[in-house]
């Protein structure tokens, strides 16, 4: 398995640990995912993982609050896709994610600590 994707597994396991003690943090993963796919053509998350993200927002879109909520509409999860503005923090805020489970070398961290 590429490096890749085996990146992009270990960030779906990540993430869905945090949206199951925070489900309001759906709205940051989903713009990061969003801007690294459709923006830099290097996606974070598995094409599963990103269209069942969508799903479980659109579920709970009532009971989800961020700031950032905004900038995502419910036609936007409907249509499994994000072709709105991005908050200005996305792309940094993913660079950062990156940096943290990724080396420049492109290869995974080592001792990568999944709770």
Not at 12 to 22: G, H, L, P, S
Not at 71 to 99: C, Q
Request: with cysteine; proline share 2%; charged share 30%.
């Amino acid at each position: 398995m590429e490096a890749r994707e085996q990146y992009r597994i270990m960030l779906d396991t990540i993430a869905a640990k945090i949206f199951e003690k925070n489900i309001n943090m759906m709205v940051p993963y989903y713009l990061m995912a969003s801007f690294a796919y459709y923006k830099q053509d290097d996606a974070i998350f598995t094409d599963g993982f990103f269209d069942d993200m969508g799903k479980t927002m659109l579920a709970c879109w009532d009971k989800i609050e961020h700031r950032h909520k905004e900038f995502i509409t419910k036609g936007d999860l409907e249509a499994g896709t994000f072709l709105g503005k991005y908050p200005t923090i996305v792309e940094g805020a993913l660079a950062s994610l990156r940096e943290t489970y990724f080396t420049k070398a492109g290869t995974l961290r080592k001792n990568i600590k999944i709770d």
